[in-house]
C-alpha cells in the first residue's frame, strides 16, 4: 500500500503534552495517530528528513521517535526502493497495545481519570456555547457513518472533534485531542468491541442534549459514555 500520510493541522505536535524528550513528544503524537486510523495499518511514513522539517524537529529527535515506534511494534522497516517506516499490520498493533496496558496500569488509570473530566468538561461548555453552525454538524454527524465518512473510527474523531469545537474553548479542545489520541482502542478493534449501531446509538443522547442546550443531560450523557468506552481499557484485547 503506497503512503497516506497527510500534512498534520496546524499545531497537532503543540497538543501533546510535553515529556521530557522531545522525542517522546513526536512518539506520542505518531502513536496517537495510529490509533486514530489517521495513520492505518500499511501506510508509509514520510522520509525522516521530510517527517522532521514537518513537525519542526531535528532529524535525531524524529529518528529516535521512529526507532522507539519501530522497537515496539507498531512500525515496521522495510528495505530497497520502497524502503522506510511502515505502519504495522492490525494484529501486531492491538497486541503491543495490549501489552503496553497490561505493564501501565497506573498510568493508564490517571489517562482515564483525565479523559473522562475533560470529555464531561466539554460536552457542558458546548451545550452551553454550541452556535446554530455547531448543531448543524452536530445533528448531521449524529445520524452515524455515511458514504462520504464510511470509517467507524473517522466517524467517532470527527463527531467527537466536532463536539470539542463546539465548546468554544481552545485549551479544552487541546486537552481532548491529545488524550482521545492517546486512548484510542488500535484502528480495527474499536468496530469489533462496539458495533456501528450500538455506537450510534449511544451517542444519539449526547448529540441530542448539546443541540438542546442541556447541560445536565450532556454532562449525564458523556458521563455514560465515557464509563462504556472505559471497558476495553480495563479488560484488554480479547
Known amino acids: 500500500m503506497e503512503t497516506h500520510w497527510k500534512k498534520l493541522p ?8 510535553a515529556p521530557v524528550r522531545a522525542s517522546d513528544n513526536v512518539e506520542r503524537l505518531l502513536r496517537a495517530l495510529i490509533f486514530s486510523g489517521r495513520l492505518a495499518p500499511g501506510d508509509k511514513l514520510p522520509a525522516e528528513r521530510d517527517l522532521a522539517a514537518e513537525l519542526g524537529v531535528s532529524r535525531p529527535t ?3 521517535a521512529l526507532n522507539s515506534l519501530h ?4 512500525l515496521v522497516v522495510k528495505i530497497g526502493s520502497k524502503g522506510g517506516y511502515w505502519v504495522a ?19 493508564l488509570e490517571e489517562m482515564l481519570d483525565f479523559r473522562r473530566w475533560v ?10 456555547r454550541r452556535t446554530p453552525e455547531d448543531i448543524a454538524v452536530l445533528e448531521e454527524l449524529g445520524r452515524g457513518p455515511t458514504a462520504d465518512r464510511p470509517s467507524y473510527v473517522q466517524w467517532h474523531i470527527d ?3 466536532a463536539i470539542a469545537r463546539a465548546a468554544h474553548n ?3 479542545e487541546q486537552a481532548g485531542a491529545t488524550i482521545r489520541g492517546e486512548l484510542f482502542v488500535p484502528v480495527g478493534f474499536s468496530v469489533t468491541r462496539f458495533p456501528v449501531e450500538e455506537a450510534v446509538a449511544l451517542h444519539k443522547p449526547l448529540v441530542a442534549a448539546i443541540c438542546a442546550g442541556d447541560r445536565a443531560a450532556a454532562v449525564e450523557a458523556m458521563t455514560a459514555h465515557m464509563a462504556r468506552l472505559d471497558e476495553p481499557f480495563r479488560s484488554g484485547v480479547d
Open 89 to 107: 499490520d492490525t494484529e501486531s498493533i492491538k497486541q503491543h497495545w495490549k501489552e503496553w496496558m497490561e505493564t501501565h496500569r497506573e498510568e
Open 62 to 64: 524524529a529518528r529516535l
Open 10 to 17: 496546524s499545531g497537532d505536535l503543540g497538543v501533546v503534552t
Open 119 to 128: 470529555e464531561i468538561e466539554i460536552a457542558a461548555r458546548a451545550a452551553e
Open 170 to 172: 481552545r485549551y479544552l
Open 159 to 161: 463527531l467527537h472533534d
Open 71 to 74: 522497537a515496539l511494534g507498531y
